[in-house]
């Protein structure tokens, strides 16, 4: 993109449940971004990886963090209407300029992700320590790269169809559950110049964050989401007549 060595990740969680129940504190005593973030550093070492929070000031995600983020990856559930619309407007203007987005898990029903997907992102759930097995549909995408097929997660929070969203411009991963249901789990969009992966699994009630292969699939989906140019909004251009001669 600009000959930068490092891309450059900040990890947004809305860190609610684990600063408000025990049991998620101590499954993810760093946070869900810990987490995140770990998975990310442990496989791309060089990496520049920052976390931010709900709390923070501005949710952490002010213009200039933003200006100097290549990839923001997005995790949130019981707060989603506390994040403030002019930080969504903020980030669905980086994401249309070309920053990358990773949105995990329940952060289908973020605010940011409906405003650049245009649909409810509505889809049946349940809780039930349900098995998931996440099976490969495009072996050949970079996401998908030394991932097993399937992963197999064998407690996690069922994710089903309906899912309300576009069609993605490529699904690479679905999965299925003990219940039968099956659900689109890793699809990926362009919106703008920027590049979206969106990953199910992952749930504040099991330790799904702390799986070697679910961890490999977010830190791929997050190089596969840097930016490949520089990074601005599609323009409007007025070309006269004869411009090109």
Known sequence: MTG???????????????????EVAERYPDGIHGAVASA????????????????????????????????????????????????VERVQRHVLSGMGL?????????????????TTCNLDWRCERDRELVWTVDPAHPIAQGVPHPV????????????????????????????????????TFRRGHGRIFYFSPGDQAFPVYHHADVRKVIANGVQWAVPTRERDLPALHNRPAGWFA
């Open 40 to 87: 990310i550093t442990d496989h791309h070492p060089e990496a520049v990886v920052r976390t931010a929070t709900l709390a923070d000031p501005e949710h952490g995600l002010t213009e200039e963090v933003l200006a100097d983020t290549d990839v923001l990856t997005w995790w949130g559930h019981k707060a989603h209407e506390e994040v403030d619309d002019a930080v």
């Open 152 to 187: 197999v997660i064998d407690q996690q929070e069922m994710y089903g169809e309906f899912f309300d969203i576009p069609a993605p411009d490529e699904l690479v991963f679905i999965s299925s559950f003990s219940g039968g249901e099956v659900f689109r789990s890793g699809c």
């Open 4 to 22: 930068r060595k490092s891309m450059r990740v900040t990890v947004w969680n809305e860190n609610v449940h684990e600063t408000t129940e025990t």
């Open 102 to 118: 990773v949105v995990l898990h329940s952060g289908h029903l973020s605010k940011v992700f409906r405003a650049l997907l245009g």
